[in-house]
């Protein structure tokens, strides 16, 4: 059985950059005389945005494609995860009761867990869920891919909202919500952005890029209830003193730095 999908080749790139994207996006790739190929489940050019902060000389050409391969090449690679007091697994693994279980099955949408961008953003979900702070509270899952963070959201008690402007993920979020039986704790899953609604939340988790980050940074703010959390992930280090200095009226109220920046802000 065969499912659409749409090949990227990116030209004009180091194997280093290409081995970031594949981090980034938690997908594999393959080289053919140094152009790199990568599949995803639509073409979007937020995507292209996200590559260009990485390799700024980057080419782009997008093929649609009828083979479930890259698929099912994902899925033989995914293994369960233990991060900030959740279980994440695929349906095949092994079920487990002493931990928070998320179940979500691999597909062409970010978000298992995998890369460090997403673990810090579970751990800092988890650090809040055993402060008891997010039970009944309204938080936003910005860029939700998969929805791993806003179904993590919704295991700790909150009232999550979930959005994405790649169709593919917002369909995946619904799914994989519906999978987790969270959905009576989803207020929405939309396609769209943050300016799309004119909401408020107490925890907003923005799991992006930092250019994406700084342009949306005010209407990040302005979104974030009195008391809340905002965190912040997919960020390079060089990035963070431009980070500082858009998010400078809020409190700094965790950080972590290796390859990639993760920045947990509260507002007073």
Known sequence: MNAPYYELAISAIAERDAHNIAAIFELPFVEESGVFLFAF????????????????????????????????????????????????RAAWHIARNDLTEIVIDPELVFGSGHHETTANCLRAIGALSREGFLRGKNVLDLGCGSGILG?????????????????????AARENSAKNGVGAAIKAIYHGSIADRAENYDAIFANLVADIILAIAVK??????????????????????????????????AETENEWLTIVYRRN
């Open 220 to 253: 990040l703010k302005n979104a974030l209830n009195s008391g809340g959390y905002l965190i912040l992930s997919g960020i390079m280090p060089r990035y963070k003193a431009r980070i500082y200095e858009a998010f400078g009226d809020l409190v700094l109220f």
């Open 151 to 171: 179904i993590a959201a919704a295991k700790a008690g909150a009232i999550a909202t979930m959005c994405d402007t790649d169709l593919k993920a917002v369909e």
């Open 41 to 88: 489940g639509g073409k979007d050019l937020a995507i292209e945005d996200a590559i260009l902060t990485i390799a700024p000389e980057a080419k782009f050409n997008w093929t649609l494609k009828d083979n479930e391969s890259w698929i099912e090449n994902y899925q033989k690679s995914f293994e369960p995860l233990e991060i900030g007091g959740f279980y994440i």
